[in-house]
């Protein structure tokens, strides 16, 4: 027959070992949840900026497409101003 203490010693190390295992399981699900949220608010994220990127393109082309006929020439500034020769500039 077997002993009681060592009964109560492959008990003991029985609860251990499944109490090990239920935390192991609880922490895994935790983790797992954790790095789903994560991952799930990285990919808003993405979206965003995405969609953000869409817009200012789409600003841009909507300003270059309604733009007056006389600003849209290239290579001129909007500040653009003609110069003098005869324009003095400080007063005298």
């Known amino acids: 027959m077997m002993s009681i203490e060592f009964l109560a010693d492959s008990i003991c190390i029985q609860v ?3 109490s090990a295992l239920g935390a192991g399981i609880f922490y895994g699900l935790y983790r ?5 949220a994560s ?3 990285a990919a ?5 900026e995405h969609k953000q990127s869409l817009i200012e393109k789409a600003k841009a082309e909507y300003i270059k497409k309604n733009m ?3 600003s849209k020439t290239e ?5 653009f101003e003609p110069v003098f020769p005869n324009f003095k500039t400080t007063c005298e």
């Open 32 to 36: 797992q949840a954790s790095l789903t």
């Open 16 to 18: 251990l070992r499944y």
């Open 75 to 79: 290579g001129r500034d909007s500040t």
């Open 68 to 70: 007056p006929a006389s």
């Open 39 to 41: 991952a799930k608010l």
């Open 44 to 48: 808003i994220d993405r979206e965003y």
